[in-house]
């Protein structure tokens, strides 16, 4: 089956790849895929009907990067950088992912957090280009003959949201596309995943924001949020198309709220390989992040005491990875479950209190904080006095929750804290890296969730690591596809944090993460140690059996260049 129903990539006699095309002329310019714009050669422009419909001057790939950069380089604000980055994939694919290679630090606040964030509350008026799926109730009737119509036939990698919870912006409606198209890039840039086989998809089940029905502008559906079981209904019959098209294509869900993130996690991942990376994603690379923090400290991870603000689809995902990592490190659950403070919005989550099933977990019993004195529901500042936190995780959304008295607090109990502000975006941080080193003399070990500037500090510069989901999520992807996983399991996400963890003690082992330019190195680290995960765990499809994981995953590895166009007989 051709990868795409106008083009194919065929291997000729000379052992060299070819792009087979059925479309030439200004078509054949249309196609994003295979437009190479004005490197297609003399010999090509005549074969392919493009002769007078390009400038005359031929320019490699590295030519129009240098071109492309430019122009990106004179865009004035962050949003105006963002469409210009999209108007670049929107036309030529392969030259955008070669630009975002080239400038993967630079350019991954714009194509991802925090600037996707404004993105996605203007996505309807920025909209130019169609770019992925999008089903609704309008049309989910016909997912299958949508699917089937669907341009690439081997798609592996899906990621999906029904934009209900935007990082920390809420429901946006169809906006929320622009997050997978982010998450998407990079897939490719950072996780080697080929776009010929990958696929953004808008669950657009409505949206209960008055502004975007009532707005002109507004391209989604508009109506009111699917709920109960017509929500879960519309996910089921979803996920069944995408089985029956594409059986081995791993979905990744983004952004669903909290009362429906869990239910659709563990309601499809036995179904077919999925997995949530609010939920998974955010509690693997924050486990990467103490674990080297407790390395730096020479306290081990199971002496630690940890206090997580926020009890979200993040925060929950977040408490479950740390008591894994605790239980790793020598504790019983119960014991790894003592050392974990959980709270909402109304405080510490406690056993007697009314709770929602997902946080019940992670409740402390009353006796345990009986002696407290502090209440039915501790907060944040009496939690981590009475509890002795040496950790301080924020996924709460609030900003300037994490206050000057409550770091002292964690400072009085450790000589180095740990403080980890990692809700996005940046405006939404519990607290700034600034103000947290101020507040400790510079002894608190900080990482964001998004990019902070270099603190300068009594004389020193503290670079702010960013926690940030990328180091994680496109190995754990790459990785499960490269060894046709049928589905993805709690071992292989812990497979994919130890991973990170690994590689900044080898390679930075005075930092809590590696630096995003990193990122492609880190995601080979990491989609290595899921394919052995999930050989380990018996989820690994037939190929894991004829090659080591890392020769697996190298070949699976896709770089943008331009192939020699054909035109199909």
């Not at 036309?91 to 992912?97: P, T």
Request: a neutral charge.
């Amino acid at each position: 089956m051709p990868l795409c129903q106008f083009f194919d990539i065929v291997r000729g006699p000379d052992g060299q790849d070819r792009m087979v095309v059925a479309v030439d002329g200004i078509a054949l310019l249309r196609l994003v895929l295979i437009n190479k714009g004005t490197a297609f050669t003399r010999e090509e422009r005549a074969a392919l009907g493009l002769d007078g419909l390009l400038p005359p001057q031929v320019n490699d790939l590295e030519l129009q990067v240098a071109r492309a950069y430019r122009g990106y380089c004179g865009e004035p604000t962050r949003l105006a950088k963002y469409q210009y980055l999209r108007g670049v994939q929107e036309r030529q694919e392969i030259l955008f992912y070669a630009l975002l290679e080239r400038h993967l630090e630079e350019m991954l606040p714009i194509v991802y957090t925090p600037t996707v964030g404004e993105a996605v509350q203007k996505f309807s008026a920025l909209y130019q280009n169609p770019r992925g799926l999008s089903l609704s109730p309008e049309n989910i009737d016909r997912a299958d003959d949508i699917l089937a119509r669907y341009p690439l036939n081997d798609v592996r990698m899906i990621v999906a949201t029904d934009s209900s919870a935007i990082l920390g912006i809420g429901d946006q409606g169809w906006g929320g596309l622009a997050i997978p198209i982010g998450k998407l890039a990079l897939y490719t840039s950072g996780g080697g995943v080929s776009p010929f086989h990958t696929m953004p998809v808008a669950l657009d089940v409505g949206t209960d924001r008055d502004d975007l029905l009532a707005d002109p502008l507004y391209l989604g559906t508009r109506r009111r949020r699917l709920r109960g079981s017509e929500y879960v209904e519309f996910i089921e019959r979803f996920v069944r198309a995408v089985a029956r098209r594409w059986p081995r294509a791993v979905i990744q869900w983004e952004d669903l709220a909290k009362d429906t993130a869990f239910t659709v996690l563990e309601s499809f991942r036995g179904q077919h390989p999925s997995f949530n990376d609010d939920i998974q994603g955010t509690g693997a690379v924050a486990l990467a992040g103490v674990t080297a923090a407790a390395r730096i400290v020479g306290r081990p991870l199971r002496e630690q005491v940890f206090v997580v603000h926020g009890a979200g689809a993040g925060g929950i995902g977040v408490a479950e990875m740390i008591a894994r990592g605790l239980v790793a490190d020598g504790l019983t659950w119960e014991q790894a479950c003592a050392r974990l403070f959980v709270l909402d919005s109304r405080g510490l989550l406690v056993d007697d209190r009314p709770l929602d099933d997902y946080k019940r977990r992670f409740a402390q019993p009353r006796a345990r904080i009986a002696a407290w004195g502090a209440g039915s529901a501790p907060d944040l500042l009496a939690t981590v006095t009475h509890a002795g936190a040496t950790a301080l995780l924020g996924l709460s959304g609030t900003p300037g929750a994490f206050t000057e008295e409550v770091v002292r607090a964690t400072l009085r109990n450790t000589p180095r804290p740990i403080v980890f502000p990692l809700s996005n975006p940046t405006s939404s941080a519990e607290a700034t890296p600034a103000d947290i080193l101020a507040w400790t003399d510079g002894a608190a070990l900080v990482a964001a969730g998004s990019p902070f500037a270099p603190v300068v500090l009594g004389g020193s510069t503290h670079i702010v690591p960013q926690g940030n989901n990328a180091f994680v999520f496109p190995g754990l992807g790459a990785g499960a596809i490269a060894c046709g996983a049928t589905r993805i399991t709690d071992g292989m996400v812990m497979a994919g944090s130890r991973a990170v963890a690994d590689y900044t003690a080898t390679h930075y082992p005075d930092a809590l993460y590696p630096p995003v330019w990193a990122l492609p190195a880190v995601s080979r680290e990491v989609a290595i140690a899921v394919v052995e995960a999930a050989v380990r765990d018996g989820v690994a499809g037939p190929e894991a059996s004829t090659a080591s994981p890392a020769a697996l995953v190298a070949s699976t590895v896709w770089h943008p260049r331009y192939l020699p166009v054909v035109r199909r007989p």
